[in-house]
């Protein structure tokens, strides 16, 4: 599950379509706003449950203002909000394997988590630079780990997987509208790095299912969650059609 700020929600409605298919789920690997999703699902919370709570997400419930830190919220609300609805579980209590990405903030490597608190890991990986202060984990200060590693392909090969099944939520398209104020040119901008930066992952993976939507969604569209879930339903059932009739 790739990152994506709000489109991550995106990923619920791929998970509605992969249980409607009976896919067996060995192993998440997560990145960004994919980590929330995964981390949730890992914990075995029903998808349904899941897409009940995105409707009802909103900004003021997951940002929480810092002083002097190097960023302007703290990750604390993250782990607050995973802590609510999964208990404040360490990785060994997940039901499905789990593992997030995190970006070194000194080297720029990737830093794979999935040991300790899945609350703290899921903070480091949506530690978006600028907005969220870095966390420390062990001896890395990280941020968000799209930056480096934003569709973790390689990580779900590392624990295990032989066949994969990747949700890219970066908008491949050319938008339909210029954006109209600096965050919106920001995150486009962002957009394009991101999806250049995910061109060999998007290649390993056997399954590739790409959410479109019929009009430009935005990082902090949080409010938009009903269309980003259908999106990602959309487009599962789209590629695992493929999949599906491939074995017959």
Known sequence: MGGGVARGLAHIGVLKVIEQYKIPIDYVAAASSGSIV???????????????????????????VTFFRPGLMSGEAIEDLIIKYVGDKKFSELKIPFAVAATDLKTGEPVIINWGRVAKAVAAS????????????????VVDGAI???????????????????????????????????????GRSLDIILHKLSLEQRKQADILIEPKMDEDIWHFDLHKAKKL????????????????????
């Not at 995964?38 to 929480?64: D, N, P, Q, T």
């Not at 973790?152 to 908008?171: E, H, R, T, Y």
């Not at 999106?231 to 599906?244: M, N, T, V």
């Open 229 to 248: 879930i259908a999106a990602g339903e959309a487009a599962a059932h789209q590629s695992l059609r493929k999949l599906q009739r491939s074995y017959h």
């Open 38 to 64: 995964g981390a949730v699902f890992a914990a075995g919370m029903e998808v349904r449950l899941i897409e009940e709570l995105a409707l009802r997400i909103s900004w003021g419930r997951i940002l929480k």
């Open 148 to 186: 480096s590693a934003n569709l973790p392909v390689d990580l779900a090969k590392q624990m295990g997987a032989n066949f994969i099944i990747a949700s890219d939520v970066v908008p491949t398209c050319p938008v339909n509208y210029l954006p109209k104020d600096p965050f919106q040119v920001f």
């Open 126 to 141: 949506v530690a978006f630079p600028g907005l969220f202060a870095p966390e420390e984990v062990k001896q890395h200060t």
